[in-house]
C-alpha cells in the first residue's frame, strides 16, 4: 500500500492473521483456539479482563514468544514458520511500544527513537535527528531529546515508548495498555495520534487496552479474550458487539458490568 | 507498490523512482515551487535539508514557496520531517510558506506536531568552575554523611538481632548463607589451592639455593594462614557475592520493592541488608580456613613433586610453623573482610538509582569499593597485629 496515498486494498486480505493459535508458558496454555484477522489499516483491539493473556497474544503476535499451536501469518508469511532471519526482518516491519515505555535507561531519549534509524536506514546523522526530534513532538515532548529515562515521568516516558515504536514509520503498531498510568487528557490525545496515523500512513495499529472509552473511540474491529474459558469469545466492531454479542460476558464487559 | 515488501527488506527496492528536489520559479520571479517527486521514505537515501537551503539562497526575491507533490510515488516521516525543516526555512528567511499542495495526510501529520502541548524543558545553566567545586565538596559530604549513616543503622540492627528483636526471614538467612558459603566452595578451592602452588614454586627456587627447602613448608604455612588465605576467600567474594548483593538490591531499588518493604515499617537494613552481613560474616572466616588447608595442599604438592621433600615431613613442619596466634589473625581477618564485602555490596545497591544503568554501575563500585577496603584493612589490621603482640 501506498504511504500517503491511502489505498485500501481488499478487505478480506488480512494483514495479520491468527490460525488455531494456542499460546502459553511451559506447555500450559493461556490462550487457546484463537482465530482472528486483523485487516490491513485496521485499529484492532485485544481486549479482555486482566490476566487473561492479552500481553501473552502480543508477544507471539511481535515474534517474541513461540506459540504452542497454530501459525500467525503476516502477510502471508507464517511468522514461526521462518528461518530466524527471514523472522527477524518480519518482525523489523512491526513497532512496538510496551507497557511501562521499557525506554534503553543509558540513553537519552533522542538516542532512543533515533537507534532504529541509525541501525536500519542509510540517513545523514542531523537528518536521523530531526526526525527523532519529530517523533518526539508527535507525542507532545519536543525539546525534550536530551533528557534521559530516568528523568521523565512514566507517562512521559510510555509516550517516548510509542515515539520509538513509530521511528521507522512500521506497517503493523502494536500498543500494549497505552492509556493505562496516563491521565484523561494524555490519553485521549494518544487515541487522537493513534487515529490519524492509521488514516494519514494507513498504518495497521494493534492496541491491547481494557479502556472502554478508548475501545469505542478508535477500534474497528476487536477480539475478546476470556480467562476463565482461556479462549476467544468474541470478534467483531466493540459498538455493535456492545450491543448485540450472543456471550452475554462480553455485553457485560462492555457496558461496565451492566447486562 | 507493497509497502510491506518495501519495509520488512533491509535493501531499498529495484525498480523505485528515488526520492528528488526541483525549484520551479514562477515568471515573475516572487513564487516559486518546490517539487518532490519519486518515493520519500525512510529506507532510501534522502535528500538533505541543506539542498532546499541552497535552492531557497540561489533566489533573491522570493516572497512565498508552494508545494508541487503530484510526482511522488510514496512518503513516510522523512518528508514529513523535511518539509518541517523546508517551512522553518522559509520562516528564517521571510518566505511565506503555502502547504497547499502537499497530500492531505502530510498536512495532518505536521499540523498534529504542532497541535500538541508541548511541555518545555526546564534551561539548564553549564555551572561554573566555583560551581563544580561546591558540588564535589557537597557530593563528598553527602557521601560520607550515608555512609555513616548505613554504619549506624547497621550497628543499630545488628543490636536488634542480638536482642532478638531484628525483623528478617530467618528461611532466607539459611539460603544467604548456602549460597554464599558452599556454593563458592570450589572456586575459592581452586584459586587456593593454586596460589600455595605459586608460592610453593617461588619459595623453593630461593630456598633450594641454601639448601632450606624444608622451609617452603613454614613460608607457605605462615603466608597462607595469615593473610593470603583470607584475601583471596574476601576478593573472590567480592566479584562473587558482593557484586551480586548490589545487583539484587539494585534491581529491588529499581522496581520500587525497598519502598514497598520501607512502607510496611520494615526496616530494608534489617530485613535486607542484616541477613547478607550476618551470612558473609560467618561464612567468610570458615572458607578462610578452607582456602588456608588447600593453599597448604597446594603447596605440599611442589614441595613434594619439586622440593623432594615428603609428604609427612613437608606436614609436621607446616604444624611446627603455625601457632594458635597466626590462625587467630587470618579468622578476626577474614571476619573483617567479609563484613566489608556484605557493606559495600549492601550500600551501593541501596545507594543504586533508578533505572538499569544505574544497576550496572552500582555493580561496579560494590566490586571496586570492596577490594579497596580489603586492602586497606589488611594493612590496619597488620600494624594492630604486630602491636598487640599477635604475629611474634
Given amino acids: ?259 | 507498490m507493497d509497502r510491506a515488501a518495501a519495509s520488512a527488506n533491509a535493501d531499498p527496492p529495484h525498480g523505485e523512482i528515488p526520492p528528488t528536489l526541483a525549484l520551479e520559479v514562477t515568471a515573475d520571479g516572487a513564487g516559486a515551487q518546490l517539487v518532490l517527486a519519486g518515493r520519500w521514505r525512510l529506507d532510501q537515501s534522502l535528500p538533505r535539508l541543506a539542498a532546499a537551503a541552497r535552492l531557497l539562497d540561489a533566489r533573491r526575491n522570493l516572497t512565498w514557496l508552494g508545494f508541487d507533490s503530484s510526482g511522488l510515488t510514496g512518503w513516510d516521516s522523512g518528508l514529513v520531517t523535511f518539509v518541517a525543516g523546508v517551512e522553518r526555512l522559509c520562516r528564517e528567511r521571510g518566505i511565506g510558506c503555502d502547504p497547499d499542495g502537499l497530500p492531505d495526510g502530510l498536512r495532518e501529520l505536521l499540523a498534529l506536531a504542532r497541535s500538541l502541548p508541548q511541555h518545555t524543558p526546564p534551561v539548564e545553566r553549564a555551572p561554573s568552575f566555583l560551581d563544580q567545586i561546591g558540588d564535589q565538596v557537597l557530593s563528598l559530604i553527602r557521601a560520607t554523611g550515608e555512609i555513616m549513616a548505613f554504619f549506624g543503622e547497621g550497628v543499630l540492627a545488628l543490636r536488634r538481632f542480638v536482642t532478638g528483636r531484628a525483623r528478617f526471614r530467618h528461611s532466607e538467612l539459611w539460603v544467604l548463607i548456602e549460597e554464599a558459603g558452599a556454593d563458592a566452595l570450589p572456586i575459592v578451592g581452586l584459586v587456593s589451592f593454586l596460589v600455595g602452588m605459586i608460592l610453593g614454586y617461588i619459595a623453593d627456587q630461593q630456598l633450594a639455593q641454601f639448601g632450606a627447602r624444608i622451609y617452603v613448608a613454614d613460608l607457605v604455612g605462615l603466608g597462607t594462614v595469615i593473610q593470603m588465605g583470607a584475601l583471596i576467600t574476601a576478593i573472590v567474594l567480592a566479584g562473587r557475592t558482593g557484586a551480586a548483593y548490589a545487583a539484587q538490591l539494585g534491581t529491588m531499588q529499581v522496581n520500587e520493592e525497598i519502598d514497598a518493604l520501607r512502607t510496611l515499617g520494615i526496616a530494608p537494613m534489617e530485613f535486607l541488608v542484616l541477613p547478607r552481613m550476618l551470612a558473609l560474616m560467618l561464612m567468610t572466616p570458615l572458607l578462610a580456613v578452607y582456602a588456608d588447608l588447600l593453599g597448604i595442599l597446594g603447596g605440599a604438592f611442589v614441595g613434594v613433586s619439586v622440593g623432594g621433600l615428603t609428604l609427612t615431613a613437608y606436614l609436621i613442619e607446616t604444624r611446627a610453623a603455625i601457632g594458635w596466634h597466626h590462625i587467630a589473625q587470618g579468622l578476626i581477618s577474614a571476619a573483617v573482610y567479609g563484613a566489608i564485602v556484605a557493606a559495600s555490596g549492601c550500600l551501593r545497591g541501596m545507594q543504586c538509582g533508578r533505572s538499569a544503568a544505574a544497576v550496572g554501575q552500582a555493580t561496579t563500585s560494590a566490586v571496586v569499593t570492596a577490594i579497596v577496603f580489603i586492602v586497606i584493612a589488611a594493612a590496619v589490621l597488620t600494624i594492630i597485629f604486630d602491636a598487640v603482640g599477635l604475629s611474634s
Fill in chain 1, 1 to 259: 500500500m501506498n504511504g500517503g496515498l491511502p489505498v485500501r486494498p481488499a478487505a478480506d486480505t488480512p494483514h495479520v492473521c491468527v490460525q488455531a493459535l494456542a499460546i502459553g508458558y511451559d506447555d500450559t496454555p493461556v490462550q487457546q483456539d484463537l482465530n482472528f484477522g486483523i485487516r490491513r489499516g485496521d485499529i484492532f483491539v485485544i481486549m479482555g479482563g486482566s490476566g487473561c493473556g492479552k500481553s501473552t497474544v502480543m508477544r507471539c503476535l511481535t515474534g517474541l514468544l513461540p506459540p504452542l499451536h497454530g501459525r500467525v501469518l503476516v502477510d502471508g508469511a507464517s511468522l514461526w514458520e521462518q528461518p530466524e532471519d527471514a523472522r527477524t526482518r518480519l518482525m523489523r516491519g512491526n513497532g512496538v511500544m510496551y507497557q511501562s515505555g521499557a525506554l534503553w535507561s543509558s540513553m537519552t531519549l533522542a538516542e532512543n527513537v533515533a537507534l532504529p534509524l541509525e541501525q536500519y536506514t542509510t540517513l545523514e546523522h542531523e537528518q536521523i535527528r530531526a526526525i527523532a526530534e519529530y517523533k518526539l513532538a508527535l507525542v507532545g515532548l519536543a525539546g525534550f531529546g536530551d533528557h534521559y529515562p530516568s528523568a521523565i515521568s512514566g507517562g512521559m516516558r510510555k509516550r517516548v515508548g510509542v515515539a520509538r515504536a513509530m521511528a521507522l514509520d512500521p506497517d503493523i503498531l502494536y500498543f500494549d495498555e497505552p492509556s493505562a498510568g496516563l491521565d484523561p487528557l494524555s490519553g485521549r490525545h494518544l487515541d487522537e495520534l493513534i487515529l490519524k496515523l492509521r488514516d494519514s500512513l494507513g498504518t495497521t495499529m494493534v492496541v491491547i487496552t481494557h479502556d472502554l472509552d478508548s475501545i469505542f473511540t478508535i477500534a474497528d474491529d476487536a477480539v475478546f479474550l476470556d480467562a476463565e474459558s482461556r479462549s476467544m469469545l468474541a470478534t467483531g466492531n466493540p459498538r455493535e458487539l456492545r450491543d448485540h454479542s450472543d456471550v452475554a460476558r462480553v455485553r457485560e464487559f462492555l457496558n461496565r458490568g451492566a447486562p
